[in-house]
């Protein structure tokens, strides 16, 4: 990757990251023209906020990541960018301070944006 580590941004689990996730998260650093900080990346189905789901969500399969993001102009344009460079899964959480960026994963509705 140009932009993101093994060590530095996804913490020795970039392996287990869908390879298409970490192409497009390139794109999307590169389009947004902004540092981007991950406040999660891959989680195992028995990581605390994917146990407690009824099957384990998007984290668990390698095919999403956080971004940290402050303030309502730096969101749009992380949003912007991201539907701009085909990410088709968007959650924003204005309380929490990030973007989720996702691509999907088996019975995931393809298509979707939420809030947090
Ligand atoms: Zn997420």
Redesign the pocket.
């Known amino acids: 990757m140009k932009y993101f580590t093994d060590e530095g941004d996804f913490d020795g689990q970039m392996h287990k990251m869908d390879p298409k996730l970490l192409d497009m998260l390139d794109a999307l650093r590169e389009k947004f023209g902004y540092p981007i900080v991950l406040n999660?990346h891959y989680r195992s189905p028995e990581h605390p906020i994917e146990a407690k789901k009824a099957k384990p969500g998007?984290?668990a399969y390698g095919a999403?990541?956080?971004i940290k993001c402050v303030g309502g102009e730096a969101t749009f344009k992380l949003v912007k960018a991201a539907i701009e460079i085909g990410f088709t899964r968007i959650?924003i959480s204005r309380k929490n301070n990030f973007v989720?960026v996702?691509i999907g994963y088996p019975d995931a509705p393809p298509m979707t944006i939420w809030t947090y």
Do not use: L, Q, R
Request: charge should be negative; proline fraction near 0%.
């Open positions: 999660s998007e984290h999403a990541v956080d959650g989720h996702g």
